[in-house]
Nanobody, 123 residues
Framework: QVQLVESGGGSVQAGGSLRLSCVAS????????MTWFRQSSGKELEGIAG???????RYSDSVKGRFTISKDHAKNTLYLQMNSLKPEDTAMYYC?????????????????WGQGTQVTVSS
């Protein structure tokens, strides 16, 4: 089992920045693939940034160039640096993990999820 706890959400004005954190505990060796998802009100979960165990990063078109995913392996912590935030980035943000996935942005591929952290961007 893997436990994931997100933090770092909050309210920010458009153009601002936030850094989200996701601390993994338990059998962290299982969390080889880690991905940030978000869900806006009335919308489906959207995979926005993924990190494979070999260091490969993937981004959705909606955040590419503005968000950066990274991991501190010593701290078992996944990060999401979010710059140039827009009102449409407002959502609940979740981190997810699994040992391997076929398609990184498919939420159904992940076994372990955090409880989420809210990000609100005002115009």
């Amino acid at each position: 089992q893997v436990q994931l706890v997100e933090s770092g959400g909050g309210s920010v004005q458009a153009g601002g920045s936030l850094r989200l954190s996701c601390v993994a505990s338990g059998s962290t060796n299982i969390a080889a693939v880690m991905t940030w998802f978000r869900q806006s009100s009335g919308k489906e979960l959207e995979g926005i940034a993924g990190l494979d165990k070999d260091g490969t990063t993937r981004y959705s078109d909606s955040v590419k160039g503005r968000f950066t995913i990274s991991k501190d392996h010593a701290k078992n912590t996944l990060y999401l640096q979010m710059n140039s935030l827009k009102p449409e980035d407002t959502a609940m943000y979740y981190c997810a993990a699994d040992s391997r996935v076929v398609y990184w942005a498919n939420p159904g591929a992940y076994t372990f999820w955090g409880q989420g952290t809210q990000v609100t961007v005002s115009s």
